[in-house]
């Protein structure tokens, strides 16, 4: 028992394999949900759990199952996502969802009897690549319905009707994920750091106690366009110097009094955008987020209060629409302390860290007890063609993994 360990030989080879679906010429990967390459990659993970001798399911949401079957149909679930940002990297989701599979692999062939089903999870879309973050976990947690999703157009165009059917999925079914749900007695998730912190640090491990919640708004600043020599400076109303002002003084607010708190302005497009015209548009992206309900809500409210009074004194007009927003979590103290128990007694170092990334593992907690593992990222980079790891560390995350799972799956 103490000799328990994954096949990492098994699970690198995985790993390569899957990062040959989807290659970008940039040389990242390029796997958005129901694109081709997801469509292959699907079907790649469906082949593997079958191989594996585990059941396999997919729910109403196109997610994805291998289970392991126990003595009582309760589970116990570990997963991640399979789906890429365009051209990101080959680690993000799916050192998760491959882990996961190589642990019940590991106990299917050690014929464990286990008191509990345990199941591995591929969630479709998490990237958020068609409606907003999520689709698969918020559709299996029971957070959408049909209005949500009937009419809505993608970010790459075609309605999400369309997109859908490729995988043999209905719209109006997707949220029947939720009916079809086992029962879940808690939910793991390994994932990679996407930050420098346990790299820097040089310790291997990274147990999450929290991840924070999100606000997305699209947002614009109105004024009016005119000729860039005609009309004198004092009498302008430029939305670009709007937002400017704004996004400099929204920076200085957060960093003042929203500490361990973040606002980003990621996308802006100015309008008509011409050398010689005033741009009487400024649309713009902000990402606020927050480890604490209480702040995230206030921290909104100031923000976009300041937006105003920006847009006020300018003589301009702001909107907002809020796109997509999300809970902070609190991580499970029960689940915690097993993840610090199981790494000491592999003798694993380890910390204490927060995720400023959303990830499934938020969704799930919703309806049940969630724990996340991170591993250091190399150079702290993710969602981009370098995304790296160290494969020692992502041995010893599979290891606590699998020694988590038997430990959650015995009564
Ligand atoms: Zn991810």
Redesign the pocket.
Known sequence: MTELKVNFNRLWQDLEELARIGQDPRGGISRPSFSLPDLEARDWLKGKIEASGLALRQDSAGNIFGRLPGKSSQVVMAG??LDTVINGGRF??SVGVLSALECLRRLKEENFELDRTLEVASFTD?EGNLVGDFLGSRAFTGQLNEGQLKNVRTQFGPPLIEIVEKAGLKVENIPLAAKERPEILAYLEL?IEQGPVLEEEEVPIGLVTAIAGKRYFQSTFVGRSGHAGTIPMELRQDAFISLADFALRANQLVLREYEDDTLTIGRVVLKPGSFSIIPGEANFSLDLRSLDHQKLEEMEGEVLALAREVASTRGLSFYQQLLDSTEPVIISESILNKLKAISEKLGYDYRLISSGAG?DAQIMASICPVGMIFIPSVDGLSHVPEEKINPSDLEKGANLLLRTLLDLASV
């Open positions: 991640s996502h993000d989701g998490e994932h990830h």
